[in-house]
């Protein structure tokens, strides 16, 4: 079992930087990879960078060149450097994790950006 609990989130205005924090717990040695998705009422929920165990990172082009992925391993914590952000980035943000016995998703943390 992995638990993961996002922070960070909050009300800013477009333009500004926000950085989100992913916490994992549990069977952390079994995690693959873990994901940042992001949900807004009006979209259904979509991917927004990956980062693997190894260290490779991918982004949505929605968000490349402005969203950085990384890790602290010894704090079992992936981070989401959001700047530049857009209204259109406003969304509830989840973090999944990729393990060998299945997938797990924390609770989320409301993004909100202001035009």
């Known amino acids: 079992q992995v638990q993961l609990v996002e922070s960070g989130g909050g009300l800013l205005q477009a333009g500004r930087s926000l950085r989100l924090s992913c916490a994992a717990s549990?069977?952390?040695?079994?995690?693959?990879?873990i994901q940042w998705y992001r949900q807004s009422p009006r979209k259904q929920r979509e991917w927004v960078a990956s980062?693997?165990?190894?260290?490779?990172?991918n982004s949505a082009d929605s968000v490349k060149g402005r969203f950085t992925i990384s890790r602290d391993a010894a704090k079992n914590t992936v981070y989401l450097q959001m700047n530049s952000l857009k209204s259109e980035d406003t969304g509830v943000y989840y973090c999944?994790?990729?393990?060998?016995?299945?997938?797990?998703w924390g609770q989320g943390t409301q993004v909100t950006v202001s035009s």
């Open positions: 999944r994790a990729f393990t060998t016995n299945g997938n797990y």
């Open positions: 549990g069977s952390t040695v079994s995690i693959n990879v």
């Open positions: 980062i693997t165990a190894a260290g490779t990172t």
